[in-house]
């Protein structure tokens, strides 16, 4: 028999055991020997019932991620016929769940007569991820099984539910505790069934009663996620496939599925996801460094800084149960601090996220000071005080005084020179850049920044350590803004310069909205404060003013005349709290600079509008790809997915450029230098790798440093 599966049998019972380590992934091989072994249990008269098992902790975690996009997806046995064949047995099959069963692991036990699970086991189909629904019967068995609002919740989401849930929606048949054998147990059950004559128990001949169904059931259930799936084809199509369960029969609803799945597997938004997903898991991979290098234990962190942005990274480690430190020469500050760190625990406990008990242990975990003499023992310090260089090396002055050898000193900078910083110490091979997006307790990205001479087991251990945290990361160079704010500079100036040339900001806002980021870019700039970005103009002031007179110039009138934004009620628009409305001043504004500086006002397309944002984000991707900021594209499609509002959907920037073809960005920036004279001749050359991939037929996937 195949070694990924295990035969055996104990008196009337075989034991399919998977041995595909390190998840039972459902590749080529492991189907192909779950086929035999099957087989082989069926043609043995002595065999009255069969147990599928897992020889490690994870039942099944699914499809085999690495036959994506390959034949052997689509190699014989293909899951779906697969499973239709175990369904079809003439003698029961019991699923022994000890685990995860997740995706396809989770159809495979579906589409068995009887489900044992383990009380720490979870089943889900998180394939919505990836911009799919379940192909192997998923959508049709689950409701057959479970209640139809289980099964949306369920297949649209994507979200697992544990085996103690499974067994009261009538998922699972049997649960076992956790102090029993479970192996043993299963197979008492497969043989108690045996004995008691219990019959094999197909979906096919289970039907949903559509007339029991909530008046309305799936049109309410799309509007309560409307928003959220926004953009996305595939919780649709989930959605339409659980309908069908409810007025198909098995056979009809299979076909029905299969043709939902290929819509959406042949889709951008699948091929975007995926490229996500992908990402995620390269971007932990640095060049030169074997990601195996032992790192730095990390027990005892610090923060220096009590504001919103130290509170919010401290919480981060202390919800991973790091025992933490907040440091702030301001006693008063750190009071204040203190405090909302709790009140921001108390929210989520009103909100059902974390139980009182659990606020009280991670309360506990954390300590105050205004000593840095206190941080001798720290493992790992972070800054997170004002956006000043003198400000910051002071702090890594203080630090490299009181710190052990080994402790890792990181700056929370968002723009500055990380190895500038490093000079204040005497160990800059200890330094690195860990840039957390405010709220830092809510945003996943971690932007870790690598200095010229930051250790590797520096690096890899802020890698390992941002997945601790619960953090998605991805690694930029030391250069200004690093990846995800320098990649945005351009997106900012030409939203701002489109306003001087007659777009207003609504427009423009609406267009971003409307490509599916989060929120539009002078939204974005109202929200995050005017004077923010003025002042880190000011620090770069000759790399752009002096390239381009007007550049930000309606941006720093609105700074001068101090409407900051939200916070000051006025920015490019006029706020009533937190609802905004349109403010002609700012035309009026635009239309005197505008005067000024030379340019010449009119009607501005939307078309025009989202060229010269989306395509300048690419355009900046292409720049510091060639350059060696970033190490793979899908680095900066991570950062932007997860730290700036871009739809994922989409797939990031990069990936969005590699859909719509390397040349159609190339032809639209060399349209708009043309078009815009010596403005777009100043900004709108094409980046070389852009040109050259675009010569080349390739796209941005094909580059690697």
Known sequence: MNTVVNYETQDTIAIITLNSPPVNGLGQPLRRAIKEAFETALADDSIKAMVISSSGKIFCGGADVSEFGSPLAFAEPKL????????????????????????????????????????????????????????????????????????????????????????????????????SDFLAAVIDYAKTLVANGAAVKSCVDLSVDANSLPENLFDDFRKSIARKTRGFLAPECAIQAVEGACELSLKEGLALEEKLFMQCAESPQARAQQHLFFAERAAVKIPGIDSKISTRPINKVAIIGSGTMGGGIAMNFLNAGFETTILDLNAEALERGLGVVRKNYDISVKRGRITGAEVDERMALLKSTCDYSDLGEMDLVIEAVFENMEVKKKVFTALDEVCKPGAILASNTSTLDVDEIATATSRPSDVIGLHFFSPANVMKLLEIVRGEKTADDVLVTSLKLAKTIGKVSAVSSNSW????????EPYGREAARLILEGANPAQ????????????????????????????????????????????????????????????TGRGFYIYEGRDKKQDPEVMELAAELAK?????????????????????????????????????????????????????YRGGPMQYADEIGLQTVVDALEKHRNSLGEYGEEWFKPASLLKKLAAEGKSFKDFSQ
């Open 80 to 179: 779906p016929e697969l499973l239709n064949q175990l369904e079809a047995s003439s003698k029961p099959i019991v699923a022994a769940i000890n685990g995860l069963a997740l995706g396809g692991g989770c159809e495979l036990a579906l589409a068995c007569d009887y489900r044992v699970a383990h009380a720490k086991a979870k089943l889900g189909l998180p394939e919505v991820n990836l911009g799919i629904i379940p192909g192997a019967g998923g959508t049709q068995r689950l409701p057959r099984l479970a209640a139809v609002e289980t099964a949306l919740q369920m297949i649209v989401t994507g979200k697992a539910i544990s085996a103690k849930q499974a067994l009261a929606g009538g998922i699972i048949d049997m649960l076992v505790d956790e102090d």
């Open 481 to 488: 803004g690093f990846i995800g704010n320098r990649v945005l």
């Open 508 to 567: 423009v806002d609406k267009v971003l909205t409307d490509f599916g980021l989060a929120m539009g870019p002078l939204s974005m700039n109202d929200l995050a404060g005017i004077d923010i970005g003025y002042f880190a103009r000011q620090a770069e002031k000759d790399k752009y003013y002096s390239r381009d007179p007007s550049y930000a110039a309606i941006s720093d009138k609105l700074c001068e005349l101090k409407r900051f934004g939200q916070k």
């Open 596 to 648: 000024q500086h030379g340019v010449t006002q009119r009607d501005i397309s939307d078309q025009e509008i989202l060229e010269r944002t989306i395509y300048m984000l690419i355009n900046e991707g292409a720049q510091i790809l060639e350059e060696g900021v970033a190490y793979r594209s899908g680095d900066i499609d991570i950062i932007y997915c997860n730290g700036y509002g871009f739809p994922a």
